[in-house]
């Protein structure tokens, strides 16, 4: 007999939680991040508590784990009841944090997170000063994919005044978010 989606979501949610295997957790991690992208699952995701998993394993100092938790929320923010979960369980900070992985995969799909959620209430956060003054380094990324995706974060989603504020700052300092390695 075949399982329903909801009990094999079940059983993939139970089987991260309880495996002690690092190679399992990343299979079973990679696997919901893939559910994530079908609205079908959404429903289904949010009653096993998926985005808080997704956004607890954003903790994780396995990069592996990062990218694909990074990668799910990015899935699930495109439905505004999981991008309204995420805002209210303060996903954004997080997801920052995310902004200065060395693995440019979860560096992209952190940009893209960070589109998703702006919304009016949200904007302060998502676009705050040190957000703007990444992808200001980020636009200059010698990665095509990373520099465009910035720029377009820069022009769609900041004001030319963040932007100019941004600039002015970087000009006096030297730290801040490395660039991901290629």
Same mark, same amino acid.
């Given at each position: 007999?075949?399982?329903?989606? +909801?009990?094999? +979501?079940?059983?993939?949610? $139970?089987?991260?939680?309880?495996?002690?295997?690092?190679?399992?957790?990343?299979?079973?991690?990679?696997?919901?991040? !893939?559910?994530?992208?079908?609205?079908? !699952?959404?429903?289904?995701?949010? =009653?096993?508590?998926?985005?808080?998993?997704?956004?607890?394993?954003?903790?994780?100092?396995?990069?592996?784990?990062?990218?694909?938790?990074?990668?799910?929320?990015?899935?699930?923010?495109?439905?505004?009841?999981?991008?309204?979960?995420? +805002?209210?369980?303060?996903?954004?900070?997080?997801?920052?944090?995310?902004?200065?992985?060395? !693995?440019?995969?979860?560096?992209?799909?952190?940009?893209?997170?960070?589109?998703?959620?702006?919304?009016?209430?949200?904007? =302060?956060? $998502?676009?705050?000063?040190?957000?703007?003054?990444?992808?200001?380094?980020?636009?200059?990324?010698?990665?095509?994919?990373?520099? !465009?995706?910035?720029?377009?974060?820069?022009?769609?989603?900041? $004001?030319?005044?963040?932007?100019?504020?941004?600039?002015?700052?970087?000009?006096?300092?030297?730290?801040?978010?490395?660039?991901?390695?290629?």
């Amino acid at each position: 007999m075949e399982l329903g989606r +909801l009990e094999y +979501l079940q059983a993939l949610v $139970t089987e991260f939680q309880v495996t002690d295997s690092p190679e399992a957790k990343e299979q079973v991690l990679a696997n919901l991040a !893939n559910f994530a992208y079908d609205p079908k !699952n959404y429903e289904y995701l949010r =009653q096993l508590q998926v985005p808080d998993l997704f956004l607890d394993t954003l903790a994780e100092d396995s990069e592996t784990l990062v990218e694909f938790a990074i990668g799910g929320l990015c899935n699930l923010c495109l439905d505004k009841t999981n991008k309204d979960y995420i +805002l209210e369980a303060n996903g954004v900070e997080p997801i920052i944090n995310c902004l200065s992985s060395s !693995n440019e995969e979860t560096v992209m799909s952190a940009v893209t997170t960070l589109m998703y959620l702006t919304t009016p209430q949200s904007r =302060q956060q $998502t676009t705050a000063l040190p957000v703007v003054e990444c992808m200001l380094r980020f636009s200059l990324s010698a990665s095509r994919r990373l520099s !465009n995706l910035a720029t377009v974060f820069l022009e769609d989603y900041c $004001t030319p005044l963040q932007v100019e504020e941004a600039r002015n700052l970087s000009k006096h300092t030297a730290v801040g978010i490395p660039l991901p390695k290629d």
